[in-house]
Antibody
């Protein structure tokens, strides 16, 4: 079974930066981390799910896409040798306060494996 | 990109069937068959229940089914069980190469 685990969350002041990690462990038939498209989704306290961004596999060019509210402030990278994806967040705002989940896609937009999430709190 | 529209809540008794609607636009559901449905329990990560409109991943009960017509998609749960009590989210790929979620529907099993 594939397991994902996010880390790096915490309390940060407005305008600050934070780097989240998403590490994969375990195995499943047909799952190869280096081929996986990894998506980040966040959920503000008491609110619904919000798509944050996506990084394709390196075979797919390692292309990234982001939601409008975070574009230009967030970036994604991956280290397939460590089976880890990184979400770099800068110029953080109070509205970025949320639990951040990473997930891998089964097909386009279908997130199969999820981590338990990591809480990011932006507050002075 | 506007969120997809879902009813805030639905309810049903054990054994009954319920349907949750998800309304989008020609920029998302109307263009792509990349509609997914997720179940989320409090304090837990979402769980994929339906993908590509109609497909169930292994681990999702056969009581869950999905469909789409035009700019709208639906999730039907037949033979409701107490364990189905949760919040359900739809999502769709969009023409902007992004993903959009619905606001979520709280299902209460009476």
């Amino acid at each position: 079974e594939v397991q994902l685990e996010e880390s790096g969350g915490g309390l940060v002041k407005p305008g600050g930066s934070l780097r989240l990690s998403c590490a994969a462990s375990g195995f499943a038939p047909g799952f190869v981390f280096s081929n996986a498209w990894v998506t980040w989704v966040r959920q503000a306290p008491g609110k619904g799910l919000e798509w944050v961004g996506l990084i394709l596999s390196m075979i797919g060019g390692g292309t990234t896409d982001f939601a409008a509210p975070v574009k230009g402030r967030f970036s994604l990278s991956r280290d397939d040798s460590r089976r880890t994806v990184f979400l770099e967040m800068s110029n953080l705002k109070a509205d970025d306060t949320a639990v951040y989940y990473c997930s891998t896609q089964k097909t386009v937009g279908a997130m199969e494996y999820w981590g338990p999430g990591t809480l990011v709190t932006v507050s002075s | 990109q506007s969120a997809l529209t879902q009813p805030a809540s639905v309810s049903g008794s054990p054994g009954q069937s319920i349907t949750i609607s998800c309304t989008g636009s020609s920029s998302d559901i109307g263009t792509y068959d990349y509609v997914s449905w997720y179940q989320q329990r409090p304090g837990k990560a979402p769980k994929l229940m339906i993908y590509d409109v109609v497909n169930r991943p292994s681990g999702a009960p056969s009581r869950f089914s999905g469909s789409k017509s035009g700019n709208a998609a639906s999730l039907t749960i037949s033979g409701l069980q107490a364990d189905d009590d949760a919040t359900y989210y739809c999502s769709s790929y969009t023409t902007m190469n992004t993903l959009v979620f619905g606001g979520g529907t709280k299902l209460t099993v009476l």
